[in-house]
C-alpha cells in the first residue's frame, strides 16, 4: 500500500486548498477512504472519511460544512477539499485506508495571515 498527499501549503485564513492522496498496491475502488490531522502538540484528529463507491460521507463538526471529501476511483486518488480555512486547521493531513492501517506520509497545512 502506497499513500502519497500533495496539495498542502500556506494560505491565509478564509483561503482554500485541494488535497489530493494518490494511492497504489491495493485495490483502491473496495476500500472506505480517510484524512486525518494532527497539530503539534496535539493528538490526530479524524477529519472525513468517504466510502468505497463515494456514495457516503462523513465529517468531524469541526469541518462541517467547509470541507468535502470525494474520491476518483478511475485515478485511485481521494481529494479534500477546504474551504473557509481557519488558522486553527493549521496541521499536518494525512490520507489513511483504514482497513488496511496504512497511512501516507502527509501534507503540511499551515493558515495564517
Known amino acids: 500500500v502506497h499513500l502519497v498527499e500533495s496539495g498542502g501549503g500556506l494560505v491565509q485564513p478564509g483561503g482554500s486548498l485541494r488535497l489530493s492522496c494518490a494511492a497504489s498496491?491495493?485495490?483502491?475502488?473496495?476500500?472506505?477512504m480517510s484524512w486525518y490531522r494532527q497539530a503539534p502538540g496535539k493528538e490526530r484528529e479524524f477529519v472525513s472519511f468517504?466510502?468505497?463507491?463515494?456514495?457516503?460521507?462523513t465529517y468531524a463538526n469541526s469541518v462541517k460544512g467547509r470541507f468535502t471529501i470525494s474520491r476518483d476511483n478511475a485515478k485511485n486518488t481521494v481529494y479534500l477539499q477546504m474551504n473557509s480555512l481557519k488558522p486553527e486547521d493549521t496541521a499536518m493531513y494525512r490520507c489513511?485506508?483504514?482497513?488496511?492501517?496504512?497511512w501516507g506520509q502527509g501534507t503540511q497545512v499551515t493558515v495564517s495571515s
Open positions: 489513511s485506508v483504514p482497513s488496511l492501517s496504512s
Open positions: 498496491g491495493f485495490t483502491f475502488s473496495i476500500y472506505g
Open positions: 468517504i466510502t468505497n463507491g463515494g456514495g457516503s460521507t
